[in-house]
């Protein structure tokens, strides 16, 4: 049974489409293309190598959710899906999407004699690539692996570096392996993680999931959960390859997610208000905090607060999010419309919780005996709340919090064992908020015009 226990996040799932079987927590990517109407999301299902595209189309006059198989050339019908992940090129012009890169690991013939791979598609021309069944079909590359992979992500590299967006994969051999497209051959090759990474070097564990956040012209965020429970966060200067910070905690089990964010929106004000608007505040790079959501198997989630300038000392837990089995995936979101992002937490034990930070409010402060309540993170403050709680039939693997309809309302994207529930914001709460908006413009409008 699919339940909400409090109303302050008025959203309903409006959508379900079920895979014929599960995918896992690397499973699902978000696609965007600036010809396509919305996003759309690529779902792996984990056996017989099937992919999954869901969008939202209008059939008779309808906007409903459609869901069909995308066949991927060059992966056997015996894999197993592992990871994938996506990106766009730079387009033609700054702030404009070019074209897409899908990345995809896969084991073949797991039962008898197992091998393993990473599989590139794009386009081979510009302005080819709208459809997903042309670049699914568009194999760039079939990279065999020495390794069992985990995450697949991608990241930016500094100017200095040459700006490429690459793929960073991490193994089972203690690695992380980087993989950028080569300039005269147009193929995706692995390159040596060192000369661009070095926060990747003697890595205590297998990382299993790792995020990046570039602060700054030359400044890089990185952070990484290793299979024994090893958390690091480390500050780069990407220019001259310097680790200016790195610390490190350790957590009771294997780490299932961790996630950089920022608490605040800048979210620019539209040009039709005029005079109207509020002057937008400027940030200076280095005035701007940064966090870091981490979720484990065994243990409390929790957010390491402020990582740029405290490191991994302030920690802040997420209440009651281990009462529900492991928690397994996360991601961060402004479900409330306050302008500030919630935390977002999915877990195997079916349930879906959303925390909010009231900064001061420290009334659950929680003390632990885990080895996270070590010397160097002892501040087990508490001032996250949790605002929603949702139930449902099955368990929660991955998330993901965006527009897919482009019609101003985020959609919380849900993905279970059993498909992708697509939760939606009640259109009479946008609709309250909205006029809340407008009046509070009309009293600023009066003060600055001096009228009525």
């Not at 690695?175 to 661009?196: A, M, P, Y």
């Not at 490190?248 to 039709?272: C, E, F, N």
Request: proline letters at 4%; charged letters at 20%.
């Amino acid at each position: 049974k699919i339940m909400a226990v409090c109303d302050n996040v008025g959203m309903f799932e409006a959508s379900f489409s079920r895979l014929p079987s599960q995918s896992n927590v690397y499973g699902l990517s978000v696609l965007s293309m600036p010809t396509w109407e919305g996003s759309k999301l690529l779902v792996a299902s984990l056996s017989g190598g099937k992919m999954f595209c869901l969008e939202y189309q209008r059939l008779q006059g309808v906007v409903r959710l459609v869901s069909r198989e995308v066949h991927f050339s060059y992966i056997p019908g015996d894999a197993d899906i592992v990871s994938i992940d996506s990106f766009n090129r730079e387009g033609p012009q700054s702030g404009v999407l070019g074209g897409l890169v899908i990345g995809i690991t896969f084991i073949k013939d797991p039962s008898n004699s197992p091998a393993q791979y990473l599989n590139i598609y794009s386009a081979a021309e510009s302005g080819v690539g709208d459809s997903l069944d042309t670049i699914a079909q568009s194999c760039m590359c079939n990279i065999e692996l020495q390794y069992i992979p985990f995450q697949l992500t991608h990241t930016r590299l500094c100017d200095a570096d040459g700006g490429d967006t690459v793929f960073l994969l991490g193994g089972n051999d203690q690695k992380v392996h980087l993989f950028r497209q080569g300039g005269d051959t147009n193929l995706f090759v692995e390159e040596n993680i060192t000369d661009f990474f070095p926060e990747f070097v003697d890595l205590p564990s297998n990382a299993v999931w790792m995020d990046t956040q570039r602060v700054g012209d030359h400044k890089r965020i990185t952070a990484f959960g290793c299979e024994d429970g090893h958390v690091n966060v480390a500050i780069v200067n990407e220019a001259s390859k310097e680790i200016q910070c790195m610390g490190g905690v350790q957590h009771d089990g294997p780490i299932t997610s961790v996630m950089i964010y920022r608490s605040k929106l800048d979210t620019p004000y539209p040009v039709a208000l005029g005079a109207k608007a509020p002057h937008p505040t400027i940030h200076a790079a280095q005035d701007i905090e940064y966090h870091l959501v981490v979720t484990s198997v065994l243990e409390l989630a929790v957010v390491y607060r402020e990582v740029t300038s405290g490191g991994l000392t302030r920690q802040a837990i997420l209440p009651e999010s281990n009462l529900y089995d492991s928690a397994l995936c996360c991601c961060v979101g402004d479900v409330d419309w306050d302008g500030k992002n919630e935390v977002i937490i999915g877990t195997y034990g079916q349930e879906l919780l959303v925390y909010k930070y009231c900064e001061g409010s420290s009334r659950n402060r929680h003390k632990s005996n885990s080895s996270v309540a070590s010397e160097k993170s002892a501040s087990l403050e508490s001032d996250f709340t949790l605002l929603w709680r949702r139930s449902f039939a099955h368990p929660i693997l991955a998330l993901a919090y965006l527009d897919m309809t482009r019609d101003g309302l985020w959609e919380l994207v849900v993905i279970s064992t059993k498909g992708c529930h697509i939760l939606q914001h009640s259109l009479e709460e946008a609709a309250g908020k909205v006029t809340e908006r407008l009046e509070t413009l009309t009293l600023r409008g009066t003060v600055v015009d001096g009228s009525k």
